[in-house]
């Protein structure tokens, strides 16, 4: 209706305004979207794994990806992808084990389902061995497009889970000497037990890592294992939280045996090596210690037999 003031004959108002009669009921205005204009986007996966790369070489990336999984882009459409700080999965810590992000990605127009977009999480490197870790990326709508966008919904967060890297020696272990130098007994006892170490020359220790020690056949080896010493093939363990600069020795025993045979010095050797599961994170720089068996405290008794005799002259007689 027009303006009951005599406004201009079209029904407008003069002013050019826009008068509302409060007393008129309220109206719901519903916007039809059609689903043709919309992309359906999801995490391509839930889950990925991604080896730390070396200190001193090039860092590795999780390339986190989002994929179109149901319309097509008539236009550019962005998404966002941020690491979150918190949650239920959040271990690793940010910027010291990754570079968190918060970031958009943007389909271009005429990507449709299947295509993806991806961004790269930058994992950071050092020299501390340490259990699995994990952090988080969440997929959130851009504000300037979360008309045209819907996540699937279950599938708007990933867990990322960074291991220690294949062939990535962070912990160097080597023996605390260059050989082992043991005095064999007298036989009084039948046995010795000579102590030895293994020393932790690199990294730092967030998790137990392990090596094993076993005695080996070697052609300069002079000993003869069960008359000279035992057999060893024993694991020793470095525990969390062991460094180069605090405690960074683990201890074992070898057991010499005793005899009263007098003999040159007599050697064998043991060689270290990092059990299976620990091989990507142990370095041994010194494989093989050498144990050197002195024989100074052996003896051997020399006497004449008989001890007395009586004997003519020009005669002949043995002496023993």
Do not use: H, W
Not at 9 to 14: A, H, P, R, V, Y
Not at 136 to 163: F, H, K, W
Not at 234 to 239: A, D, E, G, L
Request: aromatic share 4%.
């Amino acid at each position: 209706g027009g303006d009951s003031d005599g406004g201009d004959s079209d029904g407008g108002d003069s002013d050019g305004g826009v008068r509302v009669n409060p007393n008129l009921p309220s109206i719901d205005i519903v916007i039809s979207l059609d689903l043709d204009d919309v992309i359906f986007v999801r995490l391509s996966q839930l889950k990925y794994q991604v080896m730390e790369g070396p200190l001193l070489g090039p860092s590795t990336e999780a390339m986190v990806c989002v994929t179109i999984a149901v319309g097509s882009a008539g236009r550019d459409i962005a998404v966002n992808l941020v690491t979150p700080v918190t949650g239920p999965n959040v271990i690793a810590t940010p910027i010291l084990d990754f570079t968190p992000i918060a970031e958009t990605v943007t389909f271009t127009e005429g990507q449709s389902v299947g295509d993806s977009v991806c961004t790269g999480i930058t994992i950071v490197s050092d020299f501390i061995v340490e259990t699995e870790e994990t952090f988080e990326v969440s997929l959130l709508p851009n504000p300037e497009d979360s008309i045209a966008v819907i996540i699937q919904p279950g599938m708007d967060r990933a867990v990322v889970e960074i291991r220690e890297g294949e062939g990535n020696s962070n912990v160097e272990i080597q023996p605390g000497m260059l050989s082992v130098v043991t005095t064999e007994g007298d036989g009084g006892s039948n046995f010795e037990e000579v102590e030895a170490c293994l020393e932790l020359t690199s990294g730092n220790l967030q998790r137990n890592v392990t090596v094993n020690v076993e005695t080996v056949s070697s052609p300069t080896a002079t000993a003869t294992v069960t008359e000279d010493y035992l057999s060893l093939d024993t694991n020793i363990t470095f525990t969390s939280g062991q460094s180069v600069t605090g405690d960074n020795q683990q201890c074992f025993f070898i057991t010499i045996l005793n005899d009263n045979v007098l003999e040159c010095s007599e050697t064998f050797d043991l060689l270290i090596s990092p059990i299976p599961e620990d091989e990507d994170v142990v370095s041994i720089t010194r494989q093989v210690l050498t144990v050197i068996i002195e024989d100074a405290t052996d003896f051997v008794d020399i006497r004449l037999l008989p001890e007395e005799f009586t004997v003519s002259e020009n005669e002949t007689f043995p002496v023993c």
